[in-house]
Each structure stands twice: as structure tokens, then as C-alpha cells.
């Protein structure tokens, strides 16, 4: 499956952004998806999982109630909404694909090109 992230950009402190991550190739609800961020001189950072169905989601700590992953497998497409976003929120967004929801980045098998969030304070 190929993954295309999309949406990204430069916005203020308490704004809000949505990503998109469309996938061709193979039928996106054959997986479970993450999205992952990176910040210079970071590692790949979890951000949010959510099951093939949609039913399942999970969030890492720093962005619970702020983001909110969701998916239409009609479309192909998963989708990342972000609020009130913060300076360190800047990083690259990365959308992956996998057979379940995992936390880990290495437990990924495909991933998209990366998009740039950047949040000035």
C-alpha cells in the first residue's frame, strides 16, 4: 500500500489543523493505522492508532483530548483533526500502516512521506 499525508502547514498557537493520509494500492481497511511525528533531532514519536474498522483508537498522553484520529475506509483515507495546537507541536506528521494498532514505529510496515506542522507560539 502507498501513503500520502497531506495537510500540513504553518498556523498559531490554538489553531487548529486537519492531515489526511489517502492510500492507494491496496484497500486501506486491511489495516490498522498510525500517525507518528517527528521533531528535529527526535525520534519517531507515537501520536495516535486507530483499529481497522474505525471501532479502536488510542492516543499518546500529549495529545489526548486535542486530537482526534479517524478513518473512512470508503475513501481510503485516514484522517488526524488536531485543536488547540501548541509550539511543540511542530514536527514532521506521519501516517503508517499496519496489521494492528501498534505504539511502536518499528511495528509499522508502510508509511507515508511526512508532512510539516509547524505551530508558532
Known amino acids: 500500500v502507498q501513503l500520502q499525508a497531506s495537510g500540513g502547514g504553518l498556523v498559531q498557537a490554538g489553531d487548529s489543523l486537519n492531515l489526511s493520509c489517502a492510500a492507494s494500492?491496496?484497500?486501506?481497511?486491511?489495516?490498522?493505522m498510525g500517525w507518528f511525528r517527528q521533531a528535529p533531532g527526535k525520534g519517531r514519536a507515537f501520536i495516535a492508532t486507530?483499529?481497522?474498522?474505525?471501532?479502536?483508537?488510542l492516543y499518546a498522553d500529549s495529545v489526548k483530548g486535542r486530537f482526534t484520529i479517524s478513518r473512512d475506509n470508503a475513501k481510503n483515507t485516514v484522517y488526524l483533526q488536531m485543536t488547540s495546537l501548541l509550539a511543540e507541536d511542530t514536527a514532521v506528521y506521519y501516517c503508517?500502516?499496519?496489521?494492528?494498532?501498534?505504539?511502536?514505529?518499528?511495528?509499522?510496515?508502510?508509511w507515508g512521506q511526512g508532512t510539516q506542522v509547524t505551530v508558532s507560539s
Open positions: 503508517a500502516a499496519s496489521q494492528a494498532s501498534y505504539v511502536r514505529p518499528s511495528h509499522y510496515n508502510y
Open positions: 494500492g491496496r484497500t486501506l481497511s486491511s489495516y490498522s
Open positions: 486507530i483499529s481497522k474498522t474505525g471501532v479502536g483508537t
